[in-house]
């Protein structure tokens, strides 16, 4: 149980276009999904946290236009990349929190590499 | 704003050594999670630690958590090859949406 699966695993793009990324939570709902980002040899950033039905949350420095995310259901946010730029070349992991789970725990998502050329 | 220390952030072993990795965190947190991350991969989740005092084992790594210091410890014994990986703390709070990771400590086991 408490898989959650992201796609697409792997995207290239163009510089300026953008890309969608779809996490999803498989076999529990999740009233609250992550997104983070992590460089190449560093740590996760948490970027926003999505609530559904709301208004994601951003962390300071993270641009919500950019970077916009939906939550629509329970099982599904999405962030889209808007007008992606090389420095948006990153690893994309999402995590949903089981609120239905024991521990209130967060589960990982596979993570999408974006690379913008 | 919670700060997470991790030390060392690069260790070597050989195999069949023992090793302790540290977790230090700045703020009151009621539970802390252990991760790896193998290369290109996402995290998997090692430990969940509920509680001041708490202790978990599995295989060669055992986790440890005091409250009370803000500590938490990986302890790695008879190290193997496939151990190579990053290992990530993040403490956090049932009721708080917030984990902050630490910095990660890349292991590399040597044969």
């Known amino acids: 149980g408490a898989v959650v699966s992201q796609h697409p695993s792997r995207v290239i793009c163009k510089s300026g276009t953008s890309v969608k990324i779809e996490c999803r939570s498989l076999?529990?709902?999740?009233?609250?999904m992550f997104w983070y980002r992590q460089f190449p040899k560093q740590s996760l950033m948490l970027m926003a946290t999505?609530?559904?039905?709301?208004?994601?949350?951003?962390e300071q420095g993270v641009e919500k236009d950019k970077f916009l995310i939906n939550h629509a259901s329970l099982t599904l946010s999405t962030l889209t990349v808007t007008s992606a730029h090389p420095e948006d070349s990153s690893f994309y992991i999402c995590?949903?929190?089981?609120?239905?789970?024991?521990?209130?725990?967060?589960?990982f998502g596979p993570g999408t590499r974006l690379t913008v050329l | 704003e919670l700060k997470v220390e991790q030390n060392p952030l690069f260790l070597s072993m050989q195999e069949g050594k023992n090793y302790t990795i540290y977790c230090n965190y700045s703020?009151?947190?009621?539970?802390l999670y252990w991760y790896r991350q193998d290369p290109g991969k996402s995290l998997e989740s090692l430990f969940v630690?509920?509680?001041?005092?708490a202790v978990k084992q599995e295989g060669r790594l055992m986790a440890s958590l005091d409250t009370k210091a803000r500590l938490s410890t990986l302890h790695i014994t008879a190290a193997v090859h496939d151990l190579s990986a990053t290992y990530f703390c993040?403490?956090?709070?049932?009721?708080?949406?917030?984990?902050?990771f630490g910095a990660g400590t890349r292991l590399t086991v040597k044969p």
């Open positions: 703020t009151t947190s009621d539970r």
């Open positions: 076999d529990f709902q999740a009233t609250t």
């Open positions: 993040a403490p956090g709070d049932y009721n708080n949406n917030d984990m902050r």
């Open positions: 630690l509920l509680s001041n005092g």
């Open positions: 999505s609530n559904e039905g709301s208004k994601a949350t951003y």
């Open positions: 995590s949903a929190r089981d609120r239905g789970g024991p521990n209130n725990e967060q589960f």
